[in-house]
Structures are given as C-alpha cells and as structure tokens.
C-alpha cells in the first residue's frame, strides 16, 4: 500500500484534477499560504519515487501526471486495506464501516439496494 502524508494527497488530488502539471500549476492550485516552490518540487520528486507521478521533460522542465487515475488508484489503495486490515473480505470491510457509521434505517436500505443491483 502506498502511503501519502497529508500534502502529498494534497498535490496528488490536484494533479488527478488537472491532469498533467508542471510545479507551478501545483503550487497556483494549492491554498494560502502557499508553500515554497522547492517545497512542492521535493514533495513532487517523492511522488514520483514513490511510483504515483510520472514526470514528461518539455523544453527544460518536467510536466507530472498521475500513474493511474483516481478510480484506478482508490481501487488499488482499497483493495489492500481489504487485505491487510479484513482479511481480504469484502463483507468485512462493509460491515465494519456499516457498525462504525451507526447507519440508519434508510442507509441500511440504501445500502442493501446498491448492493442488489449489481
């Protein structure tokens, strides 16, 4: 499982937002007070030695994108807490979120309905 700290998410959900970005379109994205430019330039190096960026030379500087996109990344990062915290059981997993969010009738109902349409 690939573990991101909290501004590594942070840049991540804005490359899946933009697509492809260079460093300066990460640090315009982020919110006040904005962090350095080497700052965000370190933490994208570490994305993409962490195998979640991907880096294009254009002209004389490195354009980012994701490795996979969003879906394909929760997929992944879902599919190993599955395994490693719930055995690999999918009702498990579901059951444990349904006790700990205390669902109400209607979500159960919900619930129950999504997982019948399938």
């Given at each position: 499982?690939?573990?991101?700290?909290?501004?590594?998410?942070?840049?991540?959900?804005i490359?899946?937002?933009?697509?492809?970005?260079?460093?300066?379109?990460?640090v315009?994205?982020?919110p006040?007070?904005?962090?350095h430019?080497n700052?965000?330039?370190?933490l994208v190096?570490?994305?993409?030695?962490?195998?979640?960026?991907?880096?294009?030379l254009?002209?004389?500087?490195?354009?980012y994108s994701?490795?996979d996109d969003?879906?394909a990344?929760?997929e992944?990062q879902i599919?190993?807490?599955k395994e490693?915290f719930?055995?690999?059981s999918f009702?498990?997993l579901?059951?444990?979120?349904?006790?700990k969010?205390?669902?109400?009738d209607?979500?159960?109902?919900?619930?129950?309905?999504?997982?019948?349409?399938k």
């Amino acid at each position: 499982m690939i573990e991101l700290t909290k501004r590594e998410d942070q840049i991540m959900q804005i490359v899946w937002k933009l697509k492809n970005a260079f460093i300066r379109d990460i640090v315009e994205a982020l919110p006040e007070p904005k962090p350095h430019y080497n700052t965000v330039a370190t933490l994208v190096k570490i994305l993409v030695k962490k195998g979640v960026l991907k880096s294009e030379l254009i002209g004389n500087t490195h354009q980012y994108s994701p490795v996979d996109d969003f879906d394909a990344y929760r997929e992944k990062q879902i599919g190993d807490i599955k395994e490693k915290f719930f055995e690999n059981s999918f009702p498990k997993l579901v059951a444990h979120f349904a006790k700990k969010e205390k669902l109400t009738d209607d979500e159960r109902a919900e619930l129950i309905k999504i997982i019948n349409s399938k």
